[in-house]
């Protein structure tokens, strides 16, 4: 009686992990599909504090809090107005969250773009401060998954809007966007996983001809 109650308790808790799963899942899909059609701010903020309510509900899924960064990301590339530091600041405590469940390149390609964000405030007088931090989150990435293709994309984005007499250029760059170009066909992300930036490589290359 005893085995029997035991085995019975142990299907309520497997029925139990599955239909959280599910409901996860499902919360997630739904609001992936929003981060491809939300073009305001405040769209981007709102969508951002639904994957955090998701990651504050799980507790052990590090992708909610990852796009809850990286929406924050998108919302500082796409207006001019908005304050780099205090966005920044709020990317940086979701990856934090995110890392303190699973440390990993993606994360890191979130980090570059938010120290990235608060450089171009100002790059000659900022430089010094977020742009080893950039640097840093990027280094970290590449060893944690050298052939990641939106830090590679990250990289060549950055040479391809540098001035040649700063060391960039859309010459120098355009190896590294068909090096990145591979990676991203390369690529076989599994559900719910990071697969941004294939169409932004592939406008790139597009103006070179």
């Not at 994360?107 to 120290?115: E, F, G, H, L, Q």
Request: with cysteine; charged share 25%.
């Amino acid at each position: 009686m005893k085995k029997i109650l035991s085995l019975f308790a142990a299907s309520i808790i497997m029925f139990s992990a599955a239909a959280q799963s599910e409901k996860y899942v499902k919360a997630m899909e739904a609001n992936l599909a929003k981060f491809d059609t939300v073009k305001t701010t405040a769209g981007l903020i709102d969508l951002s504090n639904a994957f955090a309510r998701i990651g504050d509900a799980e507790k052990n899924q590090w992708l909610p809090y990852y796009y809850a960064a990286l929406t924050l990301s998108t919302a500082g590339w796409s207006d001019q107005s908005l304050d780099k530091d205090a966005n920044a600041e709020k990317i940086k405590a979701f990856c934090a969250k995110a890392e303190a469940i699973s440390d990993n390149a993606e994360i890191c390609a979130v980090r570059n773009m938010a120290a990235t964000q608060q450089m171009l405030v100002d790059p000659q007088t900022r430089w010094q401060t977020y742009g080893p931090e950039a640097a840093s989150a990027m280094e970290k990435g590449l060893k944690l998954d050298p052939n990641n293709p939106r830090l590679h994309f990250l990289q060549a984005s950055g040479v391809f809007n540098t001035p040649e007499q700063f060391g960039g250029g859309k010459d120098k760059a355009k190896p590294m966007l068909e090096k990145t170009l591979e990676l991203f066909n390369a690529e076989n992300p599994k559900p719910l996983y990071p697969h941004w930036g294939k169409k932004q490589v592939e406008d790139m290359l597009a103006s070179y001809k």
